[in-house]
C-alpha cells in the first residue's frame, strides 16, 4: 500500500537517440490500479522498468510514499513484478519459486511456509508446489508467477502484459480474477499492456502513452468519453471510432458539420463557435455506438439516410458500414432489426457526443467544453423548437 | 496381418548399402582391434602371428608393463586435466553470464577479441607463453601447464557459454533482481542449475583438448610432470632395446582410454540435460 508519483521522469540511450521517455508525469493514490497502455515501441514497458529499478531514469524522480527511489537498487524499492513471459526459474519447483524472494530477504523458514501456503491458498496452486514450471500449462504458470509477487507483500506490484501470451478465454478469466485479486488486497498497482479492454476494464487511472509521451492520464471513463486527441480516441474503443473528414459551415452564428451519404445530407450542429474553423480541415469523430436508427417519431436529433455496404453480426450487436462523406462509417446497432446490404437506413447523431479534431495537429477541439455542456445547449434548443 | 513399413523382399540396392557402411565400419574399427589384440599378446605371439590374429594366449603382461611405465604421468595428467577443466569451465560460465545478462559499453568488443582466442594455433603462444610463465616463477611446473590450459580453454568456454545463455530469457534475471538476489546469487541459484547441457558440452570439449595436448605438455613440463602424451612419445621413439608392441599398444590404450570414459558416462548427462533443462516461454 503505497503511493506512486512520477515527476517529469526522462529515459534516453544516449548516442543522438531520440528520448525514449518524455517528461512523465503522473500520480496516483495508494491502493489505486494504473495502466499504461499504447502500441509497442511507446515506452510502457520502458517506463515499468524504471520503476522496478532494472534501468535507471536520465531525469526526474519516482516517489513511493513520497521518498524518492529513483537511485535505490531494485531489490530495495520493495516492489514486485510479473513478467510477460512469467520469467519462473525453471529448475525450482512451484514452492522454491515463490520462497525464492522471501529467501533473499532472510525471512525464517517458518514464515516462508506458512506465506507460501497463504499464497497458494489465495491463488488455488496448493496441488502444484511441488510441480517444475516445464509441467505447468500457460494459465497455471501465470497464476505461479503471481504467487510469486503477491508471497513478498511488497508496496507495488508491477504487471508486463501478463495475459498476453495465454489464450482468449482464459485471458478473459485471469483478467477477472486479478481485478477480484486487486479489489481483495488493494495493492497499489501498475499493469503494463496493449489491450485496450485490458485498460478499460481493470484500471482505476489510465496513461495513453505514444512516442514516450503520455497522450492522456484520466479514469478510463475520461479516456473513452473526452479523448484528449485523435491517438487516444482511435486507440481506445472496439470497434473504433469513426473520423470523417468535415467542412463547417456558419449558419445564423452556429457551426455546422456538413455529412453527405451520397444521396442525403445532413447538417450537425456543434457546440462551438469558433470562427477560424471553418477554413481548417477538420475531423468529426463519432463512436459506433452513438449511431442509431432514428425512432418512427421523430425526436429531433439530425439524421441522415444511407446505404448499408456491409453487416457484421457480432452476437451482440449488428456492425452496419455506410459511406458518409467518402469514409466508411461503422455503425453499432440492435441486432434485433432485419438489416441487409443495400437497405437504406435511415441514421441519427446524438450531436452532444460528437468530437471534433484538427486534421493537421490531431488534437482535440473545444476540449474546454466538456461534452455533457454541449448536450445541455442542444437539448434545450430542441426543446425550444 | 499387418504389414511392416520395411520393405521385406531382398534388394540389390539394400545389400550394396549394408555391405558399404560395413565396411566403413570395419575401416574405423580395424585400427582399436589391432591396437586391443596386440596389447593382449606375448612379445613371441606378436613376431609369429599376423596383425589380426587372435592371440594365442591371452595375457596382461603387456597392460602391467605399460602401466608401470607410464603410470606416475598417468596421475600428472589427472592432475594437470582435472583443475584445468574444472576452472576453464567455471570461469567460461562466468564471461558467458556476464557476456550476455550484465552487457556493459564494449562488451562485444571484448567478446569478439576474446573468439580471436579460438582461431590462435598453438604454436603461435609458446613463446610468449613460456616468457609470461618464467615471469610468474611458474616454468616447467605443473600449475604453469594448467594456466596454460586454462586461459587457452577460456575462449572457447566462453563462447559457449555466452551463446547458451544468449537464449536464457533475460527477465529471469530481472524477476532474480526483484526478488533480491546479487549477481553471484543469481549465477549459482539461476543460471547454473540450468546450465547442464552446456556444462557437460565444455566438460567434454575440454577434456579432451587438455587430456590429448601434446604440444604444451612437452614444452611446458618437464622430467616427472610431464603428461601422459608425452610419456607415450617418449615410450614408443625408444631407439634401444626390442621393440615391445603390446607394450606400446596398451599404453597408448592407457593413454586414450578417459576421453572415451568421458564421452560414454558425460555423453549421458549431455543427452538427459538437454530434456530436462527445457525452459518454456
Redesign the interface.
Known sequence: MATLELRNVNKTYGNGLPDTLKHIDLSIESGEFLILVGPSGCGKSTLMNCIAGLEQITGGAILVDDADISGMSPKDRDIAMVFQSYALYPTMNVRDNIAFGLKMRKMPAAAIDEEVARVAKLLQIEHLLTRKPGQLSGGQQQRVAMGRALARRPKIYLFDEPLSNLDAKLRVEMRTEIKLMHQRLKTTTVYVTHDQIEAMTLGDKVAVMKDGLIQQFGTPQQIYNDPANLFVASFIGSPPMNFIPVRLQCKEGRLLAVLDSGQARCELPLGISDAGLETRELILGIRPEQISLAPAVANGLPGIQADVQITEPTGPDLLVFVTLNQTKVCCRLAPDVPTRVGDTLNLQFDPARVLLFDAASGERLGVNVTPRQIGADNVAQFKGR | MTRSLAPRAFSFSRLAIYSTLLLACALYLIPLIVMLLTSFKSPEDIRTGNLLSWPAVITGIGWIKAWDTVGGYFWNSVKITVPAVVISTLLGALNGYVLSMWRFRGSQLFFGLLLFGCFLPFQTVLLPASFTLGKLGLASTTSGLVLVHIVYGLAFTTLFFRNYYCSV?D??V?????????FF?IFG??LL??SVPIIMVCLIWQFTQIWNDFLFGVVFASGDAQPITVALNNLVNTSTGVKEYNVDMAAAMIAGLPTLLVYVLAGKYFLRGLTA?????
Request: no cysteine.
Open positions: 530469457p527477465a529471469l530481472r524477476a532474480a533482481r526483484l526478488d533480491g538476489a546479487g546469487t541459484r539461476i542449475p540450468m533443462g527445457a525452459v518454456k516461454g
